[in-house]
């Protein structure tokens, strides 16, 4: 078979990407093991530099209302009797995309097209069965048996294939920075633990790259969005240390602050942004030099203080020109396979779905539609089938639609959970945490189910499903629940049940 990949952008740029080891590229993905394997079983992943990976060993995930925590650790799971060694690991998409390219370099009957757009998909009846027929810039015209959409939220593939999509753009914005702070004292934990804090405006996230470098996720509200980009660095500095120890309510008063000065033309200056945190920190007797301050001294050597392992290190600088914000938004499409006029068609990655980058599955969904498709073509070819008819693209469908749409949801359904500060749903949502902290073997199986260790079964299927289906369940459970008894109940009820149907019998 001859593939054709057709790219609008320049990959040479991608192909002779590199940074200084001490910089870093803002837009970072955590690659799940399952993710790993699918790439290191298909070649791609010894293209990788893994001198630009960090991996994560450990994830730390907070209520920002209650405190009420997780943990999530490597050294909890086994495989063949070992500790499994890392939960994801961490890489900038330059970095994946760069190996990708040099790897499909080294494959035969792979063509890549770059720098050309396509200017329309057409198709041609003249065997009685529709082929779609894409027209590109530079005057080439191909005629494929299978088109498949990887291109992206505005799919053209999509378009064509008449294939409808629903969803919707979330109130939130993602702004991500490359941070730089001081390694972690000897006497601690190192670098590998991912944290995120749940804020009602958004989660944001801390994750490890190297011992002196993390990156930044921050979902939040699209005013605050602006304003956090707008402002000095070193402001930008003092917002995220605080974003991970100040209580809610302070919080919320730095943004209203920051906001004020945004809307008049100004800026906070960090002098004034210190004064408001010393006095807040005060106002909620925290020691100046604890573990939830964001003003004591930066990197200081020696014993760490009590809790720091609970916090991500203090942030000491951001690396110039990283700053940057995306708008996030949810979406499925109603099908993956074109029918009609659009047959021999299929769609994969964000062509197919998008979600809320707070779970860190986009990419490894993505990943896994690949697999699922890879393997759905090997088996038509081994059968003599029609790679591009109906039947023979149902496989695929039937792997991944119902997988993706599990995480779609409950993704979807624990941001909007987290967006509220209703005293009830605040406790309920917390008892529920803490409760399921405390259940290591339910716990296990929601590393499972997001990746964290590959249980084969359908190629493509990231695990056993119970992480969606049981976040699904919490959510669900708390917009229906008629008191908080009940809800934490229903929660508790409906988690167990996930598990015993999940055990082997």
């Not at 530099?49 to 086994?78: K, L």
């Not at 990419?363 to 759905?376: P, R, S, V």
Request: proline content about 5%; hydrophobic content about 40%; aromatic content about 6%.
């Amino acid at each position: 078979m001859r593939v054709t990949l057709i790219e609008a952008g320049d990959l040479s740029k991608t192909k002779a990407w590199r940074l200084p080891p001490d910089a870093y590229s803002n837009r970072v993905s955590s690659i799940t093991n399952a993710s790993q394997e699918f790439l290191r079983g298909i070649g791609a992943w010894s293209y990788v530099d893994e001198t630009r990976t960090g991996p994560v060993e450990e994830m730390q995930v907070w209520d920002g209302v209650s405190d009420a925590r997780i943990t999530f650790s490597a050294s909890d799971m086994t495989s063949n009797g070992r500790p499994l060694g890392e939960l994801s690991r961490l890489t900038e998409n330059l970095n994946l995309q760069r190996a990708l390219l040099r790897y499909l370099e080294s494959s035969p009957g792979v063509e890549l097209v770059d720098k050309v757009k396509v200017e329309s998909i057409t198709n041609d009846d003249r065997e009685g069965n529709s082929w779609p027929v894409v027209h590109l810039s530079d005057g080439r015209v191909i005629r494929a048996r299978l088109l498949v959409g990887a291109d992206g939220f505005n799919s053209p593939v999509r378009t064509y294939a008449g294939i409808q999509s629903y969803g919707w753009a979330y109130d939130t914005h993602g702004v991500v920075a490359t941070l730089v702070h001081a390694p972690r004292s000897p006497y601690g934990p190192q670098n590998t633990v991912a944290y995120q804090r749940f804020l009602p405006t958004g989660p944001i996230a801390f994750l490890p790259l190297s011992d002196t470098a993390s990156t930044m996720v921050w979902s939040t509200k699209p005013h605050i969005a602006s304003a956090l980009k707008s402002v000095d660095p070193a402001v930008l500095v003092g917002m995220v240390n605080a974003a991970f120890r100040l209580p809610e309510v302070s919080m919320r008063y730095l943004h209203e602050r920051l906001l004020e000065a945004h809307a008049s033309g100004t800026s906070i200056t960090l002098q004034q942004l210190q004064d408001e945190v010393r006095f807040r920190e005060m106002s909620h007797s925290i020691d100046s030099n604890s573990a939830l301050s964001s003003l004591s001294a930066l990197g200081e050597p020696g014993i760490p203080p009590e809790g720091a392992e609970s916090y991500p290190p203090l942030v000491k600088s951001i690396q110039p020109g990283t700053v940057a914000s995306f708008p996030l938004r949810f979406s499925h499409a109603d099908t993956y396979i074109g029918e009609g006029q659009g047959s021999r068609t299929v769609l994969i990655g964000d062509a197919a779905h998008t979600t809320h980058p707070l779970a860190g599955q986009g990419l490894n969904l993505g990943l896994a539609d690949a697999e699922a498709l890879a393997h759905c073509i090997h088996d038509s070819l081994s059968r003599g089938g029609d790679i591009g008819s109906y039947t023979s693209l149902m496989s695929y469908s039937r792997a991944r639609y119902f997988e993706n749409h599990k995480m779609l949801a409950a993704v979807d359904k624990l941001h909007k959970l987290y967006s509220t500060t209703a005293d009830p749903v605040v406790w309920a949502r917390s008892v529920g945490l803490e409760v399921l902290n405390e259940l290591d073997t339910l716990k296990a199986a929601f590393m499972v189910s997001a990746g964290s260790h590959q249980v084969k079964s359908t190629p493509g299927q990231l695990g056993v499903g119970i992480a969606a289906q049981g976040l699904e369940a919490l959510a669900r459970g708390i917009n229906d629940a008629k008191n908080a008894g009940e809800l934490v109940s229903g929660v508790l009820q409906s988690g167990l049940r996930q598990l015993f149907r999940s055990s082997p019998r």
